[in-house]
């Protein structure tokens, strides 16, 4: 009969718990939080410096979970608060207490892996929860209320009714639009590149223009480079160096929340939300069956951290030994940048056995758990093997006053790279020596122009935001939600859009809320959390002095501020339903057309977006850009269905010089699909 009770958040990993813990222990599940700030009105009053009241109420929906969890924890010997290691957590853990009454004592346990042997020792060192992580939980909560429960009804009155503002969401909204006006304003400059091959026993090393007259020159226009091939007095050049030394490419470091969503979007392209959401499953456990049973694959998800603890690193160490031989183990202490930012409240994330290879552990995944345990497994072990050494090889040639350079690199010790197969394709170059003349294949002259900055994606506004200290590990996936369901920006084609309603938002809160919106002023109120939680200040002080100034920020803007009226924007036609006025609106997909006399009327069409192509398959009617139901761009032709011409790259007014067919823009080239003509998206090519 179990005479001790435990509590944990998630129910899927209850059982396993108990499994570990034996027929004394009952674990059972919170299912989450069961008390938070009540949704239909503020429910924090600022008083006072030393007074704030935080009105938490029991979450709707969780009255049945309450009274079970006050159930199974009558005649409990002890009960032990399990809930996740982190602040959220905590907070969790101490409204679960105060529901069930609990003296304070040592009743907190946690652990950063959910394996038989971590479990069992957390249970024997437990600790009184901590308040100063439950304050900035708290502060984090309050602050987070009072800014969107103030802001977001100036909004309804002034704007658009329903729009929100939350203090990091606006701050990661206005990142994205500064980009996007960046791109707007954005004035291509015109730039050339020269480059040589030069040949030596059939084999090609390319070399690209260093110098000339021993000044280093920049080819802005087609004259330059006129005048570097002018002064190229034969077909040959002197080989003038030929230097060589070995680079060590470092071992990278153990994943943090961070940089294992950033790898996972640009290596198995997953979504945030989904790769969050997979790791998860994978903490919580899996059933190995075979194996030893239930147990959790990977440490705990949420980390800013990529401290490794000594045993895992002295397991990878016998590991990497056993399979690659001791030149493949490193021997040097892992560096890492300083940041201000990091909590450290946790190691990186890592396998908790690094014996359970992916190929091992694959029969009891699913693909995609496969797919990121492998990645995960893949990167810890690299973390802890030595570096690639490559030998690098810089040719210098000169003709005249002219000096051409080339650089090639091969790998001598694979190191880490022998794990992550992250190698470069070794190319066979011509190698020379010294003092000898080197002859002209050919020579190559491109044109380019200057490319905007590139728009934020997932991963990397993800980055930019980590970087900036705005935002947490545990907040990252709410803020990327939070901005697609308002509509204020829009992915396309795996980056972000501002939209009409999100330029309008960003630019009235830039306006009044100037404080809310700037990246310093919110990574400093990030700072202020982290000191809360190391109990260096009150996190009533915090509060009081970011609120004192916000409110009155609020008055402003309520007075000040004018309706903002997003016009009706009548298309000029009629509906062909009901005849009355056709009008543009706006939908989660972005613009389109509908009726006027909605409801009565229900009529709705795309816009039609012409992109000044002729289609290329019934070369009569125009190329449009159209969007799929799940919101991809696309490209088809206008007299659809009786012509069924479609793309996903848009067809642009240029002609293949090949083969004389319409060329297309993908992501990276312009191509032509009729012909294997393809170039630098954007760039246009001379080879001479």
Request: charged fraction near 30%; proline fraction near 3%.
């Amino acid at each position: 009969m179990a005479e001790n009770l435990v509590i944990v958040e998630s129910p899927s990993k209850a059982k396993t718990i108990e499994k570990y813990l034996g027929k004394k222990y009952k674990v059972i599940s919170s299912k989450g939080h069961i008390k938070d700030l009540p949704k239909s009105r503020m429910g924090v009053e600022v008083l006072d410096k030393e007074n704030i009241q935080a009105d938490y109420i029991s979450i709707r929906g969780k009255g049945d979970v309450i009274k079970f969890l006050k159930k199974e924890a009558k005649g409990m010997k002890k009960i032990y608060l399990a809930s996740d290691p982190d602040r959220e957590g905590e907070a969790i853990a101490w409204h679960i207490s105060s529901i069930l009454d609990l003296p304070q004592e040592k009743n907190r346990i946690i652990f950063n892996e959910i394996t038989k042997d971590s479990v069992k020792e957390a249970i024997k060192h437990p600790r009184e929860i901590d308040e100063n992580l439950v304050d900035s939980q708290q502060a984090r909560r309050v602050l987070d209320r009072l800014v969107g429960y103030n802001i977001s009804p100036v909004l309804w009155k002034k704007v658009k009714p329903k729009l929100s503002a939350g203090r990091v969401q606006s701050t990661a909204l206005k990142l994205i639009v500064d980009k996007e006006n960046e791109i707007r304003n954005f004035i291509p400059e015109e730039y050339w590149s020269l480059q040589i091959d030069f040949i030596k026993d059939r084999k090609i090393l390319s070399a690209n223009f260093y110098s000339y007259d021993d000044e280093k020159i920049k080819l802005k226009t087609k004259k330059d480079v006129d005048k570097v091939k002018k002064s190229i007095t034969s077909n040959e050049f002197l080989v003038v160096d030929v230097i060589k030394v070995n680079k060590n490419r470092n071992s990278p470091n153990v994943f943090t929340t961070s940089t294992m969503q950033q790898d996972a979007s640009r290596k198995i392209n997953f979504k945030t939300r989904k790769t969050m959401s997979l790791a998860q499953e994978l903490y919580e456990g899996i059933n190995l069956k075979k194996l030893g049973g239930v147990t959790g694959l990977i440490t705990y998800m949420r980390t800013d951290s990529t401290r490794i603890s000594d045993d895992a690193k002295n397991q990878a160490y016998n590991f990497i030994l056993k399979n690659f031989g001791k030149e493949y183990c490193s021997t040097s202490a892992k560096k890492t940048k300083e940041n201000k930012n990091i909590q450290d409240a946790h190691e990186g994330i890592r396998p908790t056995n690094v014996e359970f290879t992916p190929d091992r552990v694959k029969e009891y995944l699913s693909p995609d758990q496969y797919k990121l345990y492998k990645l995960i497994w893949e990167r810890f072990v690299a973390s802890q093997m030595s570096d690639a050494i490559y030998e690098t090889t810089t040719t210098t040639f000169k003709n005249n006053k002219v000096i051409f350079k080339a650089s090639e690199s091969k790998i001598i010790f694979e190191g880490f790279l022998k794990i992550l197969n992250d190698k470069e394709k070794v190319k066979k170059v011509a190698e020379f020596e010294k003092g000898e003349f080197a002859k002209i294949k050919n020579i190559k002259e491109q044109q380019h122009f200057t490319q905007p900055p590139a728009r934020y994606s997932e991963a990397r506004l993800i980055a930019t935001l980590e970087e900036l200290g705005i935002g947490r590990p545990s907040t990252y996936v709410t803020i990327i939600d939070t901005l697609q369901k308002r509509y204020y920006a829009k992915i396309t084609n795996k980056v972000f859009y501002p939209t009409e309603l999100g330029e309008v938002v960003c630019k009235m809160i830039a306006e009044y809320f100037p404080d809310i919106i700037n990246a310093e002023f919110t990574a400093n109120l990030e700072t202020d959390l982290d000191k809360i939680a190391d109990g260096e200040i009150r996190w009533q002080h915090a509060i009081y002095n970011f609120y004192n100034d916000f409110y009155k920020d609020v008055v402003k803007a309520e007075k000040e501020l004018d309706k903002v009226e997003i016009q009706k924007e009548y298309t000029g036609e009629n509906c062909p339903d009901c005849s009355s006025p056709l009008l543009f609106k706006l939908g989660k997909f972005g613009k389109f057309v509908a009726c006027s006399n909605f409801p009565d009327c229900r009529y709705t069409e795309t816009i039609q977006k012409k992109v000044g192509v002729t289609c290329p398959k019934c070369s009569k009617h125009e190329i449009l850009e159209k969007k799929s139901k799940k919101g991809k761009v696309f490209y088809g032709c206008e007299s659809f269905p009786e012509c069924d011409f479609v793309s996903w790259d848009k067809p642009i007014n240029r002609i293949c010089p090949k083969c004389k067919n319409l060329l297309f823009e993908g992501k990276k080239y312009v191509y032509c699909n009729q012909c294997d003509y393809k170039e630098d998206s954007k760039e246009k090519t001379n080879m001479l």
